[in-house]
């Protein structure tokens, strides 16, 4: 069906910047939201950022005014571009789409990448 595979991820000191990559494959008829989520060491699972298919967004409130999520439906690839970044960002970055595989756009399906490891540390 459809696999994400994220890039980006590295390490950068407080303060940093870095943008996350996240790009779709397979077989899909049409996308849906796409967001970002990121689970700590000890933490739970949240989610960081989503955006709509018609561009609406919403952010953690840890991350707003520093994140900025976006996509480009022609590449299938979501992004997460992420300034000022501070230890407590330091997390295993995941993204997701919500998709349809055909016409039948009330079957709706989800699928999430594997990650990658964002770092934040003097």
């Known amino acids: 069906q459809v696999q994400l595979v994220e890039s980006g991820g590295g390490l950068v000191q407080p303060g940093g910047s870095l943008r996350l990559s996240c790009t779709a494959s397979?077989?899909?008829?049409?996308?849906?939201?796409m967001g970002w989520s990121r689970q700590a060491p000890g933490k739970q699972r949240e989610l960081v950022a989503g955006?709509?298919?018609?561009?609406?967004?919403h952010y953690e409130d840890s991350v707003k005014g520093r994140f900025t999520i976006s996509r480009d439906n022609a590449k299938n690839t979501l992004y997460l571009q992420m300034n000022s970044l501070k230890p407590e960002d330091t997390a295993v970055y995941s993204c997701n789409v919500e998709y349809s595989l055909n016409s039948d756009l009330t079957r709706r399906l989800r699928s999430w990448g594997q990650g990658t490891q964002v770092t934040v540390s003097s």
């Open positions: 955006i709509s298919d018609g561009g609406a967004t």
């Open positions: 397979g077989r899909f008829f049409v996308t849906y939201s």
